[in-house]
T-cell receptor, first 112, second 115 residues
Framework: DTAVSQTPKYLVTQMGNDKSIKCEQN?????MYWYKQDSKKFLKIMFS???????INETVPNRFSPKSPDKAHLNLHINSLELGDSAVYFC???????????FGDGTRLSIL | GQSLEQPSEVTAVEGAIVQINCTYQ??????LSWYQQHDGGAPTFLSYNALDGLEETGRFSSFLSRSDSYGYLLLQELQMKDSASYFC????????????????FGQGTILTVHP
């Protein structure tokens, strides 16, 4: 059984479109995260939720909006997609406040 | 803020031992983690050091010196499957000093293991 699952795995779309990525974890963890990994493999935290409460909100354009309907789900909606948004987006979860984090397989977003 | 430095690439042969160093600068510090990522895959957790000293898990060991803001990952008896990127990551207080620490990752070290 997949512990942290993200959909879709690949997302190819045009500039200006709005898209969502979904994430679900079945580990019973309280904390979930969104990371962005760029073409140079730099992995950077974007958001984190603990029990549906936003606890980390990095300097991310407000075109990115996370939503956590319950502690097992953390979705990411992106408005008005730009070329620079092309990256791999990873969802992760953890039981305690930090360690270890379990990552999903990533969503490869390509903007045409 | 936080900054981490690790070598960009390391090359070794099967059966050898390799050490990947990581130095960091942080405001606040909870611990140092190591993650492995194969090409096209997800980062996977390897180890976490909150206290000084060596933690051993099978062929992998991780070391931390808080006074030196330094740690390393030691990989022994290298295998071809160990070829991957290795990231050190500092867990430190989030904005406002919250106790919910956040992970800041280094740029990653690409390890290539040759036969």
């Amino acid at each position: 059984d997949t512990a942290v699952s993200q959909t879709p795995k690949y997302l190819v779309t045009q500039m200006g479109n709005d898209k969502s990525i979904k994430c679900e974890q079945n580990l019973g963890h309280d904390t979930m995260y969104w990371y962005k990994q760029d073409s140079k493999k730099f992995l950077k935290i974007m958001f984190s939720y603990n029990n549906k409460e936003l606890i980390i909100n990095e300097t991310v354009p407000n075109r990115f909006s996370p939503k956590s309907p319950d502690k097992a789900h953390l979705n990411l909606h992106i408005n008005s997609l730009e070329l620079g948004d092309s990256a791999v987006y990873f969802c992760a979860s953890s039981a305690q406040r930090g360690q270890p984090q379990h990552f999903g397989d990533g969503t490869r977003l390509s903007i045409l | 803020g936080q900054s981490l430095e690790q070598p960009s690439e390391v090359t070794a042969v099967e059966g050898a031992i390799v050490q990947i160093n990581c130095t960091y600068q942080t405001s606040g510090f909870y611990g140092l983690s190591w993650y492995q990522q194969h090409d096209g895959g997800a980062p996977t957790f390897l180890s976490y050091n909150a206290l000084d000293g060596l933690e051993e898990t099978g062929r992998f060991s991780s070391f931390l010196s808080r006074s030196d803001s330094y740690g390393y990952l030691l990989l022994q008896e290298l295998q071809m499957k160990d070829s991957a990127s290795y990231f050190c990551a500092v867990r430190a207080p989030g904005a406002g000093g919250t106790s919910y620490g956040k992970l800041t990752f280094g740029q990653g070290t690409i390890l290539t293991v040759h036969p």
